[in-house]
């Protein structure tokens, strides 16, 4: 298996694919699709297009749907859920289709969609990505940060350092078999570096603030918390998420 980490979607290629991409966005939305499908939804649909989002899910029974998502970490007006992890409960979400819209996280989706196999992973079900990731061997792996608006998020490469390092640990292999570019290393040292503190880092990331001003500390704390969920969400058709298994 050979890692590249990519931090933002601008950063990933164009021209080819991997085996097996893995689309992180750790605050919150792949924080928030994997605890939306640990909680009994049947799918997360995900779009960039708002009109899109809004057209497609018309075609659903209003009972059958949830529309939810964020602008600049703002629920969309109109929308039953914005893009909280804890709005995602059993009570709310089991059965029904997500129809989800965010800044990034979608984005980065739309960018590795016609990869072989896309999965999901965030802070809190890092460890159901890196079994997955064990037990399939892909030949690559593309570790792709959502960001900000094409900026680069701390949050996403940590989480993806805890990916590529928890997979080094597993290993026989030598790292340097595995590890496939120089952003993997660097994102091995950042989750390295702030592994026992990932909050107080969300605290003065960029997005961590700026959900702070959202009165979003519960949030963070929530997407802080490491190998909670035991769900991995895969792309079973371009833009749509279910739960693996
Ligand atoms: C995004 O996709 O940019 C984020 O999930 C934004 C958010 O925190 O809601």
């Not at 966005?25 to 009109?51: H, K, M, P, Q």
């Not at 800044?103 to 079900?125: D, F, W, Y």
Request: hydrophobic content about 40%; some cysteine; overall charge negative.
């Amino acid at each position: 298996m050979k890692i590249f980490v990519y931090h933002t979607p601008e950063q990933t290629p164009d021209d080819h694919l991997p085996d097996c991409a893995v689309v992180i966005d750790v605050l919150r939305a792949t924080t928030t699709i994997a605890t939306a499908l640990n909680s009994g939804a049947e799918a997360v649909r995900v779009f960039s297009d708002l009109d899109e989002l809004k057209e497609q899910s018309q075609l659903w029974q209003p009972n059958q749907r949830l529309r939810a998502g964020e602008r600049g970490g703002e629920k969309v007006e109109g929308f039953d859920l914005g893009n909280s992890p804890l709005e995602c409960t059993p009570e709310v979400v089991k059965d029904k289709h997500l129809f989800l819209t965010t800044t990034n996280g979608t984005r980065a989706l739309q960018k590795v969609e016609r990869a072989n196999t896309v999965i999901t992973a965030a802070q809190v079900n890092r460890q159901a990505a890196v079994n997955f990731l064990i037990e399939k061997q892909p030949e690559t792996v593309w570790l792709v940060g959502s960001g900000w608006q094409g900026a680069y998020s701390v949050e996403d490469t940590a989480c993806a350092g805890a990916i590529a390092q928890l997979i080094l640990q597993n290993s026989d292999l030598p790292a340097i078999d595995i590890i496939a570019n120089d952003e993997t290393i660097g994102a091995i040292a950042l989750y390295s570096q702030w592994r026992d503190n990932l909050l107080n880092v969300f605290r003065q990331c960029s997005h961590g603030q700026r959900l702070l001003k959202l009165d979003g500390d519960e949030d963070l704390k929530y997407c802080a918390r490491t190998d909670f969920l035991n769900v991995l969400p895969i792309q079973k058709e371009p833009g749509v998420l279910v739960k693996y298994g």
